[in-house]
């Protein structure tokens, strides 16, 4: 028998946070148009150091940006252009800006959960490494009959070693601080990847992706990267 690390309500167990959190004022929110108003509207010099490069500044600008649209918390990303919030990154020398996954922009220590019946396939902890994933988590299910992976990155805690069956509804992790996630502000990354049946190893798979790509190749990523977001709310 598969262990179960943290059963939820029938009600609760297809939600990525807990039914609280799942209560709250929820927006989706485009944070690379809310980072460039931000800039104009504190007339900051967008030139060195760019102070989106700081996940402490970033931190403030979103909160106040939910302060503004009147939400507790956001979603949004995938397919954004983040030409401006991720100006002074390891993103610009080579104009990595296009957003393969979306970003649910939450307080770090926000418990997450399993959204489908899961494998965990691979846990991976790239820290201290600045602009990585810090500790992750990759976990494969059905998605319309076919085999998908969802990438759970920016943790700060995980239970699991991979290997693992995740039900729906049980413990993934919860959202790192920027000392844990990769120095980013809180928030959860999630990823989904089609086409995977080939893959043999994960640690290499792990290694290899990230989660911008060259907007360019967007027609490309739009197959490989299928929007994660129904995945959060059904």
């Known amino acids: 028998m598969h262990p179960v690390l943290y059963a939820r309500s029938k009600e609760e167990r297809k939600m990525i946070f807990s039914e609280k959190l799942m209560s709250q004022r929820i927006g989706y929110a485009n944070l690379n148009i809310a980072a460039d108003s931000w800039l104009y509207e504190h007339e900051v010099d967008p030139g060195n150091p760019f102070p989106f ?131 980013w502000r809180p928030h959860l990354h999630l990823q989904l990847f089609a086409d995977i049946d080939d893959v043999t190893d994960w640690e290499k798979f792990s290694r290899d992706m990230d989660g911008y790509v060259k907007p360019a190749d967007r027609a490309l990523w739009v197959r490989k990267c299928p929007d994660p977001t129904p995945l959060i709310f059904r």
């Open 53 to 183: 490069t700081d996940p402490d500044a970033t931190h403030e600008m979103v909160r106040a940006h939910h302060h503004d649209l009147g939400i507790d918390w956001s979603y949004g990303g995938w397919m954004e252009n983040r030409d401006v919030i991720r100006r002074g990154t390891y993103l610009e020398k080579n104009e990595l800006w296009l957003h393969t996954g979306i970003d649910l922009n939450v307080e770090a220590g926000t418990q997450v959960l399993s959204v489908a019946d899961s494998d965990v396939v691979y846990v991976g902890d790239d820290t201290p490494l600045v602009g990585g994933w810090g500790k992750h988590v990759i976990a494969v299910f059905l998605l319309n009959w076919k085999k998908h992976a969802l990438l759970y990155a920016h943790l700060g805690e995980t239970p699991y070693l991979c290997n693992w069956y995740a039900p729906a509804g049980t413990l993934i992790g919860s959202v790192g601080t920027k000392k844990q996630n990769g120095f």
